[in-house]
């Protein structure tokens, strides 16, 4: 048995356009409830209702003892607006108690009222030159500047001795090399 394919080229404009994927059906309404327990057979201790409707707009909630034994309710709602929440567990602002400040930090806060208070007080008045007074010597310091300036002096007497000596040298050397000249010449 032999079996022949023949394969022909289809340009790609011939083949058909086929959609495979479809447009999202619209929403449909639906409502379901239900409760549980942490045990079969024992009281519920979870509730949960949801409700959707034809526009796609979704509410429900739950309700669930938590571990004090506090039962917690959360109610949602979600829409073209996104997903919005209502819960007991979240905190809720009171808007009549605010925090109070402890002693330490009501002393802080004095205290730094004062300080501004202080330094507000002080740059708003014209700024007064200060006076200038000159610096007074100890008995120590003075006898240590003068035991500088004998120092000073005598390191500077020892300094001119040397540059003496060495310029007598350096005379001397010159000296020597022009009678070595000299003679150097009177040779030739």
């Known amino acids: 048995l032999f079996s022949t394919a023949v394969c022909q080229s289809i340009p790609a404009a011939q083949y058909p356009t086929i959609t495979t994927t479809l447009p999202p059906p619209p929403p449909r309404p639906f409502k379901y409830a239900f409760s549980s327990g942490r045990v079969p057979g024992g009281k519920p201790d979870r509730y949960t209702h949801s409700e959707g409707d034809a526009a796609g707009v979704v509410r429900g909630g739950y309700a669930y003892l938590d571990p004090n034994y506090e039962w917690q309710k959360v109610e949602y709602v979600a829409d073209e607006n996104g997903f919005h929440v209502d819960s007991s567990a979240l905190p809720v602002a009171n808007p009549v108690?605010?925090?109070?400040?402890?002693?330490?930090?009501?002393?802080?806060?004095?205290?730094?009222?004062?300080?501004?208070?202080?330094?507000?007080?002080?740059?708003?008045?014209?700024?007064?030159?200060?006076?200038?007074?000159?610096?007074?010597?100890?008995?120590?310091?003075?006898?240590?500047?003068?035991?500088?300036?004998?120092?000073?002096?005598?390191?500077?007497?020892?300094?001119?001795?040397?540059?003496?000596?060495?310029?007598?040298?350096?005379?001397?050397?010159?000296?020597?090399?022009?009678?070595?000249?000299?003679?150097?010449?009177?040779?030739?």
């Open 97 to 188: 108690a605010h925090p109070r400040d402890t002693f330490a930090v009501a002393k802080a806060k004095a205290n730094h009222e004062y300080l501004y208070e202080q330094i507000a007080l002080r740059n708003s008045q014209i700024p007064v030159a200060p006076q200038v007074v000159p610096n007074l010597e100890t008995a120590a310091v003075a006898k240590n500047r003068d035991e500088f300036h004998k120092q000073f002096d005598l390191i500077a007497a020892e300094h001119a001795r040397i540059a003496a000596e060495h310029e007598q040298l350096a005379e001397l050397e010159k000296k020597e090399r022009e009678l070595a000249e000299e003679q150097r010449l009177a040779s030739v």
